[in-house]
């Protein structure tokens, strides 16, 4: 079984605070602000609640990959982290346990660094032979994530890409 791993980091010019409300207390609506995200919404069947977490997951509907349930695994105010497992209608079966974890720490008085590591595992020939086209994949998907919180959390306007995407659903 192999691994895909996924990671980056930006400075964004907002307060720790301000990054950790879009990302935790607005978890379930995160098509507010991100590109890749065409509706969202809580998930009743995940019932499994952390402490000082939001909900247990969302659902939402993303481009390429269909529905997704993503359940939150890890949440921590203190350190603002949280991760969830991501299952999707079309994720290929050679990828499984599809998890992200996003960080937040200063940067400055008015900047925090976001980092976000997606991992997934890869099974068989299929995953050995089309495992670097999925991390490409992910990789565009994590890009544009982080570029459409820097927009949103900086201006406070959707980025250039979700609101190409509302137009072209006529939102």
Known sequence: MGKIEVKTEATIDATVEELWQILSGGFTD??????????????????????GAPTGGRLCDVPGFGRTDER???????????????????IPGFVNNVQNVWNLREAGPEAARVSINLTADVRGIRGVVMGPMMKSRFGKAVDRSIEDLRVYA??????EHKRRRQEKLGA
């Open 72 to 90: 939150i695994i890890r949440f921590d105010v203190e350190s603002h982290t949280i991760g969830y497992n991501v299952t999707a209608e079309k």
């Open 30 to 51: 995160v098509e507010t602000w991100a590109s890749l995200v065409n509706w969202s919404k809580p998930n009743p069947q995940a019932t499994e609640v952390l402490d």
């Open 154 to 159: 900086e201006t406070g306007e959707v980025s």
